[in-house]
């Protein structure tokens, strides 16, 4: 498997207007009517998704492997996040970005995320069984 060559500093953001169906109520991470940790987490990961998707070649994929989150402030129904991820490190197979979500001008939370590079095709069949 080739790796594709990744710069720290390739970026992608991606929005979400909070609805309903991404309270913590709905998705039965909390009580409370504003945006849940796991959405939020949603979000973050589909950034650096975003980040490589233009250079990642067929049959490589990445999944992720670990994430630090701090969620610093509640996200009402209706109003729309911006995640911001940046490449920060890259070390062999492993991505390393930073992830700063905003509800307009107040930062929401700070996110980590490691992702690995690996062949999407034996991954499957790894996790199938096959």
Known sequence: ?????????????????????????????????????????????????AATARQIPGGITTVGTRVELEHRAPTPV???????????????????????????DELAATVRVERTLLDRQRFIARALGD
Do not use: C, W, Y
């Open 1 to 49: 498997m080739e790796l594709p060559e990744f710069a720290p500093g390739l970026n992608a953001r991606v929005e979400l207007l909070v609805t309903d169906a991404d309270t913590a109520q709905s998705i039965g991470s909390g009580d409370v009517p504003v945006l849940a940790t796991p959405r939020l987490l949603a979000l973050a990961e589909a950034a650096t998704v």
């Open 78 to 104: 209706g109003r729309r996040v911006i995640a911001h991820a940046t490449l920060a490190k890259v070390d062999g197979r492993k991505l390393f970005f930073d992830i700063e979500v905003h509800d307009g």
